[in-house]
C-alpha cells in the first residue's frame, strides 16, 4: 500500500472521474432503494415485530431430540459426499480445460514457439482450442450453481446426483480458470533447463511444471472443497439433495427449532471440514 | 537436535525432518486406501451414476434439452422482463452489498484486537486490570456476531427474511446484506490487524489521541483495502443476488424458477444469457473500479 500512496497524487487523478462516479453512485443508490422495495419500517410495524418475535422465540429452544438429529444424520453425510465429489468432478473439468486455457502452454511459450514459428494453421488451430476452453469456462462459471442444479434436477432427476453435477460443472469453471492462472506463474527458468538437455513436452511438463504448481493447486482445490460443503449443504433448495432440503421443509412448516439444530449441525460441519483442509494444507 | 553434542558441531550435517522419499510406507498405503474408501462410500452415498449418466440413452436426453434451448426467445415481452429481472438484480446486489458495508464497519472496530484491547493503542495501560478485561467483552461479542451472521448461508437467511418481511426483493437485501456483513467484518478486521505500526507510533508520539490516531493513522491505510474487498464482495453478490428469488426473493431468479417450472425453455435461456451479461458487465465494472482504488 505504501507504494500507492504517490500515485493518490498523479495528475490524471484531477479528472472528472470522482463527480461522474459520484453521480452515478448516487443514481443508483435511489433507484435501487425504489426497485428492490427497501422498506425498512416493516421491523417497527406490529406485524414486522410479531413475525420477528415467533421466529426468535420458536428457534430456541433447538430441537436436540434424538429423533430428530437421527432423522438429519442422513442428509449430512450427503452433504459431504455430494461435495467430495462435487470437487472432483471440477477437477476433472477444470483441470483439462485450464491446461488448454493456459496461454503459455497452449499457444506460447518455450514448449509451443520453436513448433508453431512458421506454421500459421497450427497456431490457429491452437488458438481455436484455447479461445474454446476459455469460453467455456467462462460459461461454465457465469451460470450459477442452483441454476446448473435446477436444470440438472430436470435432467436427472431428484436427489443428491444432480448437486454432484451441479457443484462439478459451476465449479470447474472456476478450478479451471484458477488453475491456469497458477500454470501461467511458474518460474520458466527450470522449463528452459529441461529443454536444454533435450526432454520432450510431457516430460517437461511433469517434471517442470507440473511440481512447481503443485501446492497451489492443492491448496486452491482444498479451499473450492471447503466452499462445494457450504454450497451442497443449501442445493437441496432446489430439490439436490443435502441439508437444505430438511432446512426449507422446516421453515414451510415454521418448525424454527429444528432450523435452529440443522444451522448447528451445519456450522459443526463447516468447522470440521475448514479444520481438516487447514491440516492437509498445512502437510503441503 | 538430539544428537549428543560434537566438538565443532556446525559441522554434523541435521536430520532432515520428515519428507525422506524411500517409498511408500505401510502408513501411506493405510492412508491410501483410507481415502479410496471413503471416495468409493460417497460415490455411493450421493447416488451418482456416471456410467448412466454417459449411457447413450441419457446423453441423447440431455442433447434434446440442450436443443430445446435453442433458439432463445427474443420476443419483446420476454426481453423486457429479462431486462426488468437483470436491473431488479442489480438493484439487490447493489443494496445489498452497501448494507453489508454499514454493518461490517459498524461492528469490526470492536472485532480487532489492536484497536480495542492490545497492541500499540494500550501497551501503556497496566496489563491486567479490570479494564482490559472489561474491553474483552466487546470484543468477544463483536466477534461472535460476526461469525453467526457469516456461518448462516445467503439462501437459509433469504428464507428468514422472506418469512420475517414477505416475498420481493426486500428479503433479498437484507439477506445479502446480513450475510456478506459477517464475511466483509471478518476480512475487515484481518486487514485492521495487519496495519503497519510506524505512522500509528509517530502519531502517538505527538500526543494524537486515539480517535486522531483512528482517523489520521489507521483509515487512510486500510481504506483501499476496505473498498477493494468490498467491490470483490460486489462481484460475488451479483451472483447470489440473481438465484436469491429461487427462495422468493425477486431478482431474476424468480423468473428463472418460472421457466424452468413451466417448461419454457427458450426463455430460460435469454434469462440465462442476461444473467452471464450481467455477471460479466459487473466483473469488468468491478476490476476497474478496483484498479483506480488500489
Known amino acids: 500500500m505504501k507504494e500507492s500512496n504517490p500515485s493518490l497524487i498523479r495528475p490524471s487523478d484531477k479528472s472528472f472521474f470522482p463527480y461522474i462516479f459520484t453521480a452515478f453512485f448516487v443514481l443508483a443508490f435511489v433507484d435501487s432503494w425504489r426497485r428492490a422495495d427497501i422498506d425498512p419500517v416493516v421491523f417497527f410495524e406490529k406485524k414486522g415485530q410479531e413475525a420477528l418475535w415467533k421466529f426468535l422465540t420458536g428457534m430456541f429452544p433447538p430441537d436436540v431430540s434424538w429423533n430428530f438429529i437421527s432423522l438429519m444424520l442422513r442428509p449430512a453425510l450427503e452433504t459431504i459426499q455430494i461435495s467430495l465429489w462435487g470437487t472432483l468432478i471440477a477437477v476433472a473439468i477444470g483441470f483439462p480445460l485450464g491446461l488448454l486455457g493456459t496461454h503459455t502452454l497452449a499457444v506460447r511459450g518455450i514448449l509451443n514457439d520453436a513448433e508453431l514459428q512458421g506454421a500459421p494453421v497450427r497456431r490457429g488451430m491452437r488458438y481455436g482450442l484455447y479461445f474454446l476452453a476459455r469460453g467455456l469456462l467462462s460459461l461454465f462459471r457465469s451460470i450459477p450453481e442452483f441454476v446448473w442444479a435446477l436444470m440438472f434436477v430436470r435432467a436427472v432427476g431428484l436427489g443428491p446426483f444432480p448437486g454432484v453435477l451441479a457443484i462439478g460443472v459451476a465449479y470447474g469453471g472456476m478450478l479451471g480458470k484458477v488453475y491456469s492462472e497458477i500454470f501461467e506463474a511458474v518460474n520458466y527458468r527450470p522449463l528452459e533447463a529441461l529443454q536444454s538437455v533435450g526432454a520432450n513436452k510431457l516430460q517437461i511438463f511433469f517434471y517442470g511444471w507440473f511440481p512447481q504448481a503443485l501446492p497451489n493447486f492443492v491448496s486452491y482445490t482444498l479451499y473450492r472443497w471447503e466452499c462445494a460443503v457450504r454450497a451442497s449443504a443449501i442445493l437441496g433448495l432446489v430439490g439436490a439433495g443435502g441439508l437444505g432440503q430438511q432446512i426449507e421443509i422446516s421453515m414451510r412448516m415454521f418448525n424454527f427449532n429444528e432450523v435452529l439444530t440443522i444451522l448447528i449441525i451445519l456450522f459443526m460441519m463447516v468447522a470440521a471440514v475448514d479444520y481438516i483442509s487447514a491440516k492437509i494444507r498445512a502437510m503441503l | ?294
Request: proline fraction near 5%; aromatic fraction near 10%; include cysteine.
Open chain 2, 1 to 294: 537436535m538430539s544428537t549428543p553434542p560434537t566438538r565443532n558441531s556446525c559441522e554434523t550435517i541435521p536430520a532432515p525432518r520428515g519428507r525422506v522419499r524411500e517409498g511408500p510406507t505401510v502408513k501411506n498405503l493405510l492412508v491410501l486406501a483410507g481415502v479410496l474408501m471413503f471416495l468409493v462410500w460417497s460415490y455411493y452415498g450421493a447416488e451418482i451414476h456416471l456410467s448412466q449418466l454417459l449411457s447413450r440413452n441419457s446423453l441423447g436426453q440431455i442433447v434434446i434439452y440442450i436443443k430445446k434451448l435453442f433458439p432463445p426467445d427474443f420476443s419483446p415481452a420476454v426481453l423486457q422482463e429479462a431486462l426488468k429481472g437483470t436491473i431488479e438484480t442489480f438493484a439487490i446486489s447493489f443494496m445489498g452489498t452497501l448494507m453489508a458495508v454499514v454493518i461490517a464497519l459498524s461492528i469490526v472496530f470492536f472485532a480487532s484486537k489492536n484497536l480495542i484491547y492490545s497492541g500499540l493503542l494500550y501497551e501503556l495501560e497496566p496489563r491486567q486490570g479490570w479494564k482490559r478485561a472489561a474491553r474483552r467483552v466487546p470484543y468477544l461479542a463483536a466477534k461472535s456476531v460476526l461469525n453467526i451472521l457469516r456461518t448462516i448461508p445467503e439462501m437459509v437467511w433469504a428464507l428468514i427474511f422472506v418469512f420475517l418481511v414477505g416475498l420481493g426483493p426486500f428479503p433479498g437485501v437484507l439477506a445479502l446484506g446480513v450475510h456478506t456483513g459477517g464475511v466483509l467484518g471478518k476480512l475487515f478486521g484481518e486487514v485492521l490487524e495487519d496495519v503497519d505500526a510506524q505512522p500509528i507510533e509517530s502519531l502517538q508520539s505527538t500526543g494524537a489521541s486515539r480517535l486522531q490516531i483512528l482517523c489520521y493513522g489507521i483509515l487512510p491505510q486500510v481504506l483501499p483495502q476496505f473498498i477493494s474487498y468490498s467491490l470483490y464482495r460486489w462481484e460475488v453478490n451479483i451472483r447470489v443476488a440473481a438465484v436469491l428469488g429461487l427462495v422468493g426473493a425477486g431478482g431474476l431468479g424468480q423468473r428463472i424458477h418460472i421457466a424452468i417450472s413451466l417448461f419454457l425453455e427458450n426463455q430460460l435461456l435469454t434469462l440465462i444469457l442476461a444473467i452471464y451479461i450481467l455477471v460479466t458487465a459487473v466483473d469488468y465494472l468491478s476490476a476497474y473500479l478496483r484498479r483506480k482504488v488500489m
